[in-house]
Structures are given as structure tokens and as C-alpha cells.
């Protein structure tokens, strides 16, 4: 089992940034690809972005590429997901999740999920 444990959401501005944070515990963390997706209110889960299990490969949605960072720090155990020139459409829950090996971008591949985190931003 992993256990992921989501933090640093909350409410900003449309233009500003947040800093989502992931911390794993259980198995090893070194061994399992990591993303970050989200749900808004009526609307289906929809994938952000992802990292290998060594941080060499990032991949993002069209919606927030060139605006949002994965990054991993191993060491910790965190993943990471840094949120710049956020707009009102990016208002959702956000979910990190885990699965061992490969990197995907569609939610069924995953199988271990934090709690989620709700990130709100106002116009």
C-alpha cells in the first residue's frame, strides 16, 4: 500500500500561483510513477500531469502546459505540482495518485490516491 497525503491548496486570484504538494509513505516511493489530476464540480476527472519514477520524463495536459510544473523529490517522498497564472477554469479538486512502473495519463492506470485537494480561483 502507499498512502498519499495532499497539501497547499486553497483560494487565489486569477493570475497568481500555488504550490500542491504530495507526500507518500509505505512502499517504496523510488518505484512508482506519479501524476496529478483533478475534478471540477458536474465534470468528469481529467488528467494534469504526470512524472516517471525517476523524474526524467514529465508529461501535462494541453489545458496547463506552460503554466504548471511536476517535480519529485525522492529523498522526501513528495511530489510536487507548481501552479502559475492560474485561471477561474483550473478550479477543481486536485488528486495526486500513484502506480507502480510506467508513466499514464488516464486515471484506471493508477492505483493508490490522496485524499484531494480543493484549489479555487476567483476572478
Known amino acids: 500500500q502507499v498512502q498519499l497525503v495532499e497539501s497547499g491548496g486553497g483560494l487565489v486570484q486569477a493570475g497568481g500561483s500555488l504550490r500542491l504538494s504530495c507526500a507518500a509513505s509505505?512502499?517504496?516511493?523510488?518505484?512508482?510513477?506519479m501524476g496529478w489530476f483533478r475534478q471540477a464540480p458536474g465534470k468528469e476527472r481529467e488528467f494534469v500531469a504526470a512524472?516517471?519514477?525517476?523524474?526524467?520524463?514529465?508529461y501535462y495536459s494541453d489545458s496547463v502546459k506552460g503554466r504548471f510544473t511536476i517535480s519529485r523529490d525522492n529523498a522526501e517522498n513528495t511530489v510536487y505540482l507548481q501552479m502559475n497564472t492560474l485561471k477561474p477554469e483550473d478550479t477543481a479538486v486536485y488528486s495526486c495518485?500513484?502506480?507502480?512502473?510506467?508513466?499514464?495519463?488516464?486515471?484506471?492506470?493508477?492505483?493508490?490516491w490522496g485524499q484531494g485537494n480543493q484549489v479555487t480561483v476567483s476572478s
Open positions: 509505505g512502499r517504496t516511493f523510488l518505484n512508482y510513477a
Open positions: 512524472i516517471s519514477w525517476r523524474g526524467g520524463s514529465t
Open positions: 495518485a500513484a502506480r507502480y512502473g510506467s508513466t499514464y495519463s488516464y486515471s484506471s492506470a493508477y492505483d493508490f
